[in-house]
């Protein structure tokens, strides 16, 4: 069955580092496209970023944010990863990774549970 994990999560200071995790099981995991987004207290959802099956990252939110995050895969570990650097308190957020409904970054139908990012000092 599909399942799609986020971790690592957790409390960091402002202007710190944290690399989420995105584990994909039960699909040819190279296939498919999967992105990140996130949603903070009390607000929608928002994309953030995602990969092709290919390896093409496609941008989904502003440039600030653009110039932060990084997202990669390894398709050997069947993961994705979403890189944080310099982070801000309105970064604080549940984080949330899904997959495309194909090879491309569209159609987003599978999601993770999430995991939770708080950046406070």
């Known amino acids: 069955q599909l399942q799609l994990v986020e971790s690592g999560g957790g409390l960091v200071q402002p202007g710190g580092s944290l690399r989420l995790s995105c584990a994909v099981s039960?699909?040819?995991?190279?296939?498919?496209?999967i992105g990140w987004f996130r949603q903070a207290p009390g607000k929608g959802r928002e994309g953030i970023s995602c990969?092709?099956?290919?390896?093409?990252?496609?941008?989904l939110a502003d440039s600030v944010v653009k110039d932060r995050f990084t997202i990669s895969r390894d398709n050997a570990k069947n993961t994705v990863y979403l890189q944080m650097n310099s982070l801000k308190q309105e970064d604080t957020a549940v984080y949330y990774c899904a997959m495309s409904g194909g090879p491309r970054c569209s159609g987003y139908d599978y999601w993770g549970q999430g995991t939770k990012v708080t950046v406070s000092s």
């Open positions: 990969i092709t099956s290919a390896g093409v990252v496609i941008n």
């Open positions: 039960g699909v040819t995991f190279d296939a498919y496209g």
